[in-house]
């Protein structure tokens, strides 16, 4: 397959904050490229892009969708991501497989938000090349000048390459400066009609393509040079020019339209095909050899050996499991062999698929950059390098979404545990951002995500997809019980009921030990005063109150007992006798070592922007947090550390939301156990007897 093929691709990952209208322009672009012959849209269901039904209900994406068009020659791949923070995890690893990234935005200004911020830090980061798509430009007080300030405050420096034909109800197509050619649309048919400026824009656009020329004069010496002594820049220098600097990300090209007219979108496809990349002229992958360690790179040659990146996997109930792969190096074909690097097994490539939205087109191969779906790899997941046997590589993983906030899941019917159990198996092998475990103390599932609404949309497709039906619960905290004294005290167990009585009679003595150390048992018996034999027994029945918790039913922690008096029956006592002795002699002991509760610290990292350091301090002291410190990120960020109690953090995300209109970040990590304050566990324990006690009921 040439390498020309190579050239003529353009995957597009189109972006922006939640509602930006970023499904729409997908839908339109589809269409105006002739890949369908209807404007899909989200609000009827029709939307190519809604590949879930939670998405028509809520008429928001949630998860990322990919279709595929030809625009002059090139193929595009168009990826619609989600917008919303809660999904945001998908935008980013979906970036990973682009060429480049279209930032939709709205017309209306005093919009952005910090999804998009984040977006273009992730797109920084990747160093894609991209362009903004003012949308919503028949709306009223629209105007591409408020996009321009929104594009600004994110660091962008807009170069505008349109001008708007018309104005809000009345808007009808653009003018591309620098060709000086009028896109002029009738009504919402999408039909276009390519013709001169209109003479009352003239002055508009000439004023327009003086600043861009400017723009694009600034940012390359050679021009800058020529502009500077005045010489007229010739219009295929600037073109070339353009796409330098786009490609270079040296300013931002901004084009404008209406996507729910399907208006501005035919020059749309024109930029994504001239101004951004090919796979070929980005950075080459970096990724290790697993055999050797060293470091290795592949370019987008489809002569180089075989290389690909699952970024994505879908999870069918029916169909089974689809591995979307943007191919790196060399060329994919049916029934191709390869290896899945990261897990050092073998995998069979049977047909390639081209998505379509919900559906697949199967094709015969796939060269160096395409994107396409691998129907039911054995074991490979999101994140994982495929790869030919002879050349191995293994490209770092998909970045980790940050768990923010945790439910413990109820299976509405008991039975049901195992079968919720695999279904979220199978729905973390789509949604890399959800994470299930089971606490060993309170025996649990916990889930955690990214936020309410992603767990919340995570418990609707488990019911949808698998038909399991749980509920949401804050988790429990798993609270320990421990002793800050020393006593001692004597456990003795006497039956006599006819025949064979019980009999056993230990001392011992209970002392705390450092945090974190658990239990120990000292025998600490002379003279046979216990025989050998039931010394363990004793020791078994404490650790049987240990479980079970004396004050509130936690697990007891960091208490030594020493064993170190007692007496015996020759015929009476047994094992049982001794382990009832024991249980007896801790609880006994315990009441006087001033018992008390402790509870899990987490060490949380709080990342804001400086102006709501205060208040984000004051909110975490006021959740009984000690402030380890504060430190400046450079970027006008704060980045905080404290200890807080788990209980307090429980349901921080919405909360740190709310405080710093979404511009806040946070990582929770488990720290260590400690007391918890008199008042505050004199409620937990409270609460502990009375669902005891409804237990017993
Ligand atoms: N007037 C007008 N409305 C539009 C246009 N484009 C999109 N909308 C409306 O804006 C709303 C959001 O559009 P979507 O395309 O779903 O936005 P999105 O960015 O995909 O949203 P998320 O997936 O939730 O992040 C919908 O109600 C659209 O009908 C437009 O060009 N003009
Ligand atoms: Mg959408």
Redesign the pocket.
Known sequence: MPAEEVEKLRNVAIV?????????????LLFAAGAVTRLG???DGS?A?AVEPE?VR?????TSALHHASWKKHDLNLI?????SAFLHDTRNCLRAATGAVL?LGSTGGEVKVETEKIWAWTDELALPRIAFV?????ERASIDHALEDLRAVGAKPAVLQVPIGSENGFRGVVDVLSGRAFLYQGDSGNVQEGAVPAELAETVAKAREQLVETIAEANDALLEKYLEGTELATEELVTGLRDGTLGRKFLPVLC?????A?GLHPLLDAIVELLASPAELAPWRGDNPKTGDEVERTADPHAPFSAYVFKTIVDPFAGKLSVLRVVSGRLHADLNCVNTVRDGRERIGHPLKLEGKKQAQVTAAVAGDIVAVAKLKDTASGDTLADEKAPIVFPPLPDAPAAISFALAPKSKADDEKVMQALHRLMEEDTALRVHRDEQTKEFVVSGTGQLHVEVAVERLKRKFGVEVELKAPKVPYKETIKGTAKAQGKHKKQTGGHGQYGDCWLELSPLPRGMGFEFEDDISGGVIPRNFIPAVEKGVREVLTEGIVAGYPIVDVKARLYFGSYHDVDSSEMSFKIAGRLAFKAAYDHCRPVLLEPITTITVIVPDDYMGDVIGDLNSRRGKVLGAEPRGNGQQVIRAHVPMSEVLRYAPDLRSMTSGRGDFELEFSHYEEVPGHIAEKIIKEAQAARAERHA
Do not use: H, N
């Open positions: 922006g904050q939640g509602g930006a209208g970023k499904t729409t322009v997908a839908d339109a849209r989200l609000d939307s892009f998405e809520r008429k928001s994406s949630i619609d991501t989600p917008g919303y939709v949308t919503r430009m028949d709306r339209g209406a996507a729910a007219r208006i």
